[in-house]
């Protein structure tokens, strides 16, 4: 069969007349959520040490933004999930200057002779020592209410997640808020009560295949520590 311009350019015509209505269809607020889901925290040319806590509250900031935006968004539960997983993590607001402090002792240990390795390394030793409370105590508590919250408002309603990070889509996907908001709060939880609940998840929620396999692997864990 022979194809002419005339026709191929038909065809192609039709189909993106076909396929155009979808793109109408697709709603701002879905399409402005997946932008701040996907931006990167971190400019990749900014090369200078990055403030992590400034970093972590912008985002949150664009997140609340959404929300005064968007109050009946059916996004709310995850919006907030988000938020909470950033609240979580929010540091100190002295790390960043003894980061900045690491850097500058890295930088006058620079040389090549051995003891400089050595100076190098306290420069990390010394950080790591001043920053094994690293979390904002006010913002974790934020967190931890804002997850409760969740659990018990939101628990059994679908995420809307990445389906397939390789690709970058978004849908409704077979891993309910209540799985991922208790496991945030499995973090840092004592041995027994993390037990507890990630037990929980399993027995009443929905949790996608890879937090699943994040249960397990704790879970895994939990029970390796104990026979020590």
Same mark, same amino acid.
């Not at 988000?82 to 500058?104: C, G, N, P, T």
């Not at 006010?138 to 389906?163: C, D, F, T």
């Not at 929620?205 to 879970?219: F, H, N, R, S, T």
């Given at each position: 069969?022979q ?7 038909? @065809? ?26 996907l ?9 200078? @040490? ?9 985002? &949150?900031?664009?997140? *609340? ?5 968007? #109050?009946n ?9 988000? @938020?909470?997983?950033f609240?979580?993590?929010? %540091? ?8 900045? +402090?690491?850097?500058?002792?890295? %930088? ?6 051995i ?5 190098? *390394?306290?420069?990390?030793? *010394? ?9 904002? #105590? ?17 628990? =059994? ?6 389906? %397939? ?8 996907? %077979? +891993?309910? &808020? ?12 004592? #041995?027994? =009560? ?14 996608? #295949? ?6 397990? *692997? ?11």
């Amino acid at each position: 069969m022979q194809w002419t311009a005339f026709s191929l350019f038909t @065809i192609v015509a039709l189909l993106f007349n076909a396929a155009t209505p979808l793109l109408v269809e697709r709603s701002p607020e879905f399409l402005e959520y997946e932008q701040i889901v996907l931006a990167p925290l971190l400019d990749p040319l900014d090369t200078s @040490i990055p403030n992590w806590r400034e970093l972590y509250l912008a985002k &949150i900031a664009k997140y *609340e933004a959404y929300l005064k935006k968007y #109050p009946n968004s059916p996004l709310v539960a995850e919006v907030k999930l988000r @938020i909470a997983e950033f609240l979580k993590d929010v %540091e100190r607001s002295d790390i960043y200057k003894l980061r900045v +402090e690491m850097y500058q002792c890295l %930088e006058r240990n620079s040389g090549d002779a051995i003891y400089d390795g050595d100076a190098r *390394e306290a420069c990390i030793l *010394e950080f790591d020592k001043k920053t094994k409370k690293w979390r904002d #105590p006010i913002y974790s508590g934020k967190a931890v209410k804002l997850l409760l919250e969740l659990v018990g408002k939101y628990g =059994h309603q679908k995420r809307y997640n990445m389906n %397939e990070p390789r690709i970058g889509g978004f849908a409704w996907v %077979e +891993e309910e &808020i209540g799985a991922k908001a208790l496991y945030l709060l499995s973090k840092g939880a004592e #041995p027994e =009560h993390k037990k507890k609940i990630l037990l929980l998840i399993l027995k009443e929620y929905k949790a996608g #295949p890879a937090l699943l396999l994040a249960i397990q *692997e704790d879970l895994q864990r939990l029970k390796g520590a104990q026979t020590k």
